[in-house]
């Protein structure tokens, strides 16, 4: 059974910085694409940033790229997203999904698993 452990979260200022991780268990680290999404009320999950399998190549939303970085500690099955010069319109809640391999890069499809979110909120 999949399980995301200590994703983090919580309140930081605008322009602040935060850092998610997901220690992943259950499933096969090295098998899986892992991915962040982020859903607020009244609209739908989105993809936020993702990590190939095979490569570590990552992939992020253009309204992310440049403040965000996805990473990976294979040796601890921990993927990280660690979030720079935080807007307000980051607020959310995120979730870490595990995903099989499509192709020779990552994608936002919808996860073969998902991780309980964590709230990030970006206010003053």
């Known amino acids: 059974r999949f399980s995301c452990r200590r994703p983090g979260g919580g309140l930081v200022q605008p322009g602040g910085s935060l850092k998610l991780s997901c220690s992943v268990s259950?499933?096969?680290?090295?098998?899986?694409?892992i991915a962040w999404f982020r859903q607020v009320p009244g609209k739908e999950r989105e993809g936020v940033s993702c990590?190939?399998?095979?490569?570590?190549?990552?992939d992020y939303d253009g309204s992310v790229k440049g403040r965000f970085t996805i990473s990976r500690d294979k040796a601890k099955n921990t993927v990280y997203l660690q979030m720079n010069n935080l807007k307000p319109e980051d607020t959310g809640v995120y979730y870490c999904g595990a995903d099989h391999p499509w192709g020779s890069r990552c994608y936002f499809y919808d996860m073969d698993y998902w991780g309980k979110g964590t709230l990030v909120t970006v206010s003053s």
């Open positions: 990590i190939h399998s095979r490569d570590g190549s990552t």
């Open positions: 259950g499933i096969n680290f090295d098998a899986y694409d």
